[in-house]
C-alpha cells in the first residue's frame, strides 16, 4: 500500500500538491515536502483561468480569508493588445457566448457584426473589464446573470468534473499563496523538511528507494512526486525520462520579469490579465492589490537578454526604475510520461508551455487531480499510471495547439518575428480545423479531441479577436429571423450597463474586503 508521498520542491506546486492530497487522504496517507534552502522559485504563475476556483473550493478556502493574504484580485479576462494592428485590443473573455434560436450569439454576430467589436457586442464581462468592475458587490453578491456555478455547487467536486461556467478567474502572488498553502498543510499534518537534496537513489528496478538530503539523511517513502521545476531531478534526472520539447511550434524560450510596487487607489485595478504583443514575443501584466506583476516572453532566436530587458522597462515607465529584472529560461514542452514507476512529476518538472493563458497553475491543478483519481494502492500498477499520463499528456498537447493558434491567427505580420508564426510548423491536425474554421465556427466537434481546458468559445473568442483567419457567416441564418438574435445583443448592453452601474470597481470591494471584521468575513458569501 502507499502509506508515504515524499514531495520534493516547494513554491506553488509543491504546496498545493500537498495541500490537495493532505485533503483528500487526510491522515491515511502521510505526506512529506522537501524543500531546498537555496533554490529559488520561478514566480511567473500569478494569473490562472476560471477553474482554478474549484481548487480552493476542495480545501474549502474562503476567498475573504486567503485573497487578502496573498495580495489576490479577480480576472474577468485576458486583454490583448497589438496582436491585431498597433493599438487595437480585445478580451478573451471568461463567459460563453448565449444562444438564440438554437444557434450561438457568435455565429449572429459573424453573420450580421453589429459592430466591430465582437467581444463587447456579445458579453457582459467585456464591458465590466473596461470600467475596471469587481465581479461581486461589496455583500459578496455575484453577477446577477444566471452562472450556475455562482450557486455554489458541490463543496468537493473537482475540476474536470465541472461543465458549467464561473465569471472569474484569480491573480495573486505565487509566492504569498505557497506560503500560505504551508501553513494550511502542515496544521493538517503534512510535514515540512528544509533543507537540499543532494541525491536520488535508485533501486535496481528503476524505483526511487530514498532522497539523501545534507541535514536529514536519508528520506524514503512509496510514491515520490518531482516538484523541483525546470531541473527535473527526479523525474528526468534520477530517472532518465525523456523530453519532448515544442519549440518547433512554440519558440518563447526566455523571459524576463520585474514586480513593479504601485498605488493601486490611484491606478485602480484592472479585472483582466493583459497580453501586449511585442517584437519578438509579449509583455504580460498582472495587477495584484499592491503591485504590479509584469514580464516580457520572448523568443531568444530573435531578441537578446539585454534588448528584453529594455523593452520591459521602457513599456513599464520610470516605475521600473531601479528594480531587480529576472531573467527565466524557459523549458517549453512536456516530459514523455509525467508518471514513472513510483516518480509522478508535477508543475514543471512535467511540463511547460508559455504563460500566454495562464495555464501553469491549472497543469499543476489538473496533474494533481488526476493523481488523486488514480492513485495507487499497491504502488505497482502500470495502468493507473498509464491512464494519468495519457489525460497529462493529452492537456498539455491540447494547450500546445491552442497557443500555437494565437500566433497563427494574430493578423500582425509586421517584422520577421511575426511572418514567422506564421509559416512555423503546426501539431498535427490544427492545420485541417483551421480550414474548417474558414467555414465554420469552431465548436465542440473541431477543436482538439481531448479534455486541455478550453471550450469552443474560447477558439472562437481568439479567432474572432485576431483576425488573421476569416471565418465565413453560416449561410443557413439568412433563413432565419433575425428579430430574437438582435433583441439579445441589446439585452448584453443593457445587461452590461446595468451591472457596471451596480458593481463596485476592484479596487473598492478589495478595500472594503480588507476592512471587514473576522466575524463579517465569515458571513456566507451571496451567490
Not at 225 to 233: A, E, K, L, P
Not at 407 to 432: C, G, H, I, V
Request: proline content about 5%; aromatic content about 12%.
Amino acid at each position: 500500500m502507499v502509506k508515504k508521498v515524499v514531495i520534493v520542491g516547494g513554491g506553488t506546486a509543491g504546496w498545493m500538491t500537498a495541500s490537495y492530497l493532505r485533503a483528500a487522504f487526510e491522515d491515511r496517507v502521510s505526506v512529506t515536502l522537501v524543500e531546498s534552502k537555496n533554490v529559488p522559485t520561478i514566480g511567473v504563475g500569478e494569473a490562472t483561468f476560471s477553474t482554478v476556483r474549484h481548487f480552493f473550493q476542495y480545501l474549502g478556502l474562503d476567498e475573504r480569508e486567503w485573497m487578502p493574504e496573498c495580495e489576490a484580485t479577480y480576472k474577468l479576462a485576458i486583454r490583448f493588445e497589438n496582436w491585431r494592428s498597433q493599438g487595437g485590443h480585445f478580451y478573451h473573455p471568461f463567459e460563453r457566448p448565449r444562444v438564440v434560436d438554437g444557434v450561438s450569439l457568435a455565429d449572429w454576430w459573424l453573420y450580421k457584426q453589429p459592430s466591430d467589436r465582437f467581444d463587447l457586442d456579445t458579453s457582459v464581462i467585456a464591458a465590466l473589464c473596461d470600467a475596471q468592475s469587481s465581479p461581486r458587490s461589496l455583500g459578496g453578491a455575484l453577477l446577477e446573470r444566471d452562472y450556475e456555478e455562482g450557486k455554489e455547487t458541490a463543496a468537493r467536486s473537482t475540476l474536470t468534473e465541472q461543465n458549467s461556467q464561473f465569471p472569474y478567474a484569480y491573480h495573486f502572488d505565487a509566492a504569498m499563496l505557497a506560503r500560505y498553502l504551508t501553513k494550511w498543510a502542515t496544521e493538517r499534518g503534512a510535514q515540512h523538511i528544509l533543507d537540499d537534496v543532494q541525491d536520488v537513489r535508485v533501486d535496481e528496478r528503476g524505483w526511487i528507494k530514498n532522497v539523501l538530503t545534507k541535514e536529514h539523511g536519508e528520506i524514503e517513502g512509496d510514491l515520490f512526486i518531482d516538484c523541483t521545476g525546470f531541473r527535473g531531478m527526479l523525474l528526468n534526472k534520477a530517472l532518465g525520462e525523456p523530453f519532448q520539447s515544442y519549440q518547433d511550434t512554440l519558440p518563447n524560450d526566455r523571459a524576463v520579469a520585474l514586480r513593479v510596487p504601485d498605488d493601486m487607489k490611484v491606478r485602480g485595478i484592472n479585472p483582466y490579465t493583459t497580453a501586449t504583443a511585442q517584437d519578438a514575443g509579449w509583455i504580460w501584466n498582472i495587477p495584484l492589490f499592491g503591485r504590479i506583476g509584469t514580464g516580457y516572453v520572448y523568443a531568444s532566436d530573435y531578441c537578446s537578454p539585454e534588448e528584453a530587458e529594455r523593452t520591459l522597462r521602457a513599456h513599464v515607465g520610470p516605475a521600473a526604475d531601479d528594480l531587480e529584472a529576472n531573467h527565466i529560461r524557459m523549458r517549453i514542452g512536456r516530459s514523455e510520461r509525467s508518471w514513472v514507476n513510483n516518480c509522478v512529476a508535477i508543475g514543471l518538472s512535467s511540463g511547460f508551455v508559455e504563460p500566454l493563458e495562464s495555464t501553469g497553475i491549472f497543469f499543476i491543478q489538473n496533474a494533481i487531480e488526476q493523481l488523486v483519481k488514480n492513485f495507487p494502492a499497491a504502488g505497482d500498477d502500470e495502468g493507473l499510471r498509464a491512464a494519468y499520463n495519457r489525460q497529462v499528456g493529452n492537456v498539455m498537447d491540447g494547450v500546445r495547439e491552442f497557443l500555437v493558434l494565437h500566433y497563427y491567427a494574430a493578423e500582425r505580420a509586421d517584422n520577421q518575428y511575426w511572418k514567422d508564426t506564421k509559416t512555423r510548423p503546426m501539431p498535427d491536425s490544427l492545420a485541417a480545423r483551421i480550414e474548417q474554421w474558414k467555414t465554420k465556427l469552431p465548436d465542440t466537434e473541431t477543436i482538439f479531441p481531448n479534455y486541455h481546458g478550453f471550450e469552443s468559445y474560447s477558439y472562437i473568442a481568439m479567432l474572432l479577436g485576431l483576425g488573421g483567419v476569416k471565418t465565413a457567416p453560416s449561410a443557413a441564418l439568412g433563413l432565419f429571423d433575425y428579430t430574437a438574435a438582435q433583441a439579445e445583443f441589446a439585452l448584453v448592453k443593457d445587461q452590461a450597463k446595468q451591472e457596471v452601474d451596480r458593481l463596485p470597481s476592484q479596487y473598492e470591494y478589495f478595500a472594503h474586503l480588507r476592512r471587514l471584521t473576522p466575524e463579517e468575513r465569515a458571513q456566507p458569501l451571496v451567490a
